[in-house]
């Protein structure tokens, strides 16, 4: 069974500086996701990684993949204010029809 | 930009009462998905559903949960009877024609909130 875990679960940054969240899956996944949610809000997709090495960025975010390891990292440069939100990484995988694996989430708060 | 809206926004409904979330997937997409989240936790899948029938399912999703896509459109959650620990918010979601291949797409939710 996909089992799917990030740290830290909880992250408090100041304005301006750089911070990595992690997301180990524990078997083989087609698949990772990173997704940004706002307290009472849906899941808003910030990237999709599909192989091994793959890296993203937009903005203050980049993502990356290493199939070997296991890992995903999201990657934060120069944090502002408005990057506070809860983000979840997932994983699909296995003979599942896309379902989804989260992990627990990484509440992420930035302070002036 | 194609979305996947879902009705209503939020519920409260009494222990042991029958409710029925609804969801309007992305028109050509074929996967659907329901998904729940219990305040502070993280999401949770509940089943899967594809070609008019159910794909996979988690242990979460129980006899009291049904689903169904009875017009063609629409793509309901049934719950029987609710519990008190039925309270969560409630994402359903579609993909497209390559199912585990494509990314899925979540509706805004229904918060429910049984007392």
């Known amino acids: 069974e996909l089992k799917v875990e990030q740290n830290p679960l909880f992250l408090s940054m100041q304005e301006g500086k750089n911070y990595t969240i992690y997301c180990n899956y524990s078997?083989?996944?087609?698949?990772l996701y990173w997704y940004r949610q706002d307290p009472g809000k849906s899941l808003e997709s910030l990237f999709v990684l599909l192989s091994n090495g793959a890296v993203k960025q937009e903005g203050r975010l980049m993502a990356s993949l290493d199939t070997k390891a296991r890992l995903s990292t999201l990657h934060i440069t120069a944090a502002v204010h408005d990057l506070s939100a809860t983000y979840f990484c997932?994983?699909?995988?296995?003979?599942?029809?896309?379902?989804?694996?989260f992990g627990q989430g990484t509440i992420l708060t930035v302070h002036p | 930009e194609p979305e996947v809206t879902q009705t209503p926004s939020h519920q409260v409904t009494q222990m042991g009462q029958e409710v029925i979330l609804r969801c309007v997937p992305i028109s050509n997409h074929l996967y659907f998905y329901w998904y729940r989240q219990i305040l502070g936790q993280k999401v949770e899948f509940l089943v899967s559903?594809?070609?008019?029938?159910?794909?996979?399912k988690s242990e979460i999703f129980d006899d009291q949960f049904s689903v169904e896509r009875p017009d063609g459109s629409n793509f309901t959650l049934k719950i029987r009877s609710t519990k008190l620990e039925d309270s969560a918010m409630y994402f359903c979601a579609s993909s497209g024609l390559g199912g585990r291949y494509t990314e899925a797409f979540f509706g805004q939710g229904t918060r429910l909130t049984v007392v």
């Open positions: 559903f594809y070609n008019n029938e159910i794909s996979e």
């Open positions: 997932a994983a699909t995988g296995g003979t599942s029809y896309g379902k989804l694996t």
């Open positions: 078997t083989t996944s087609d698949r």
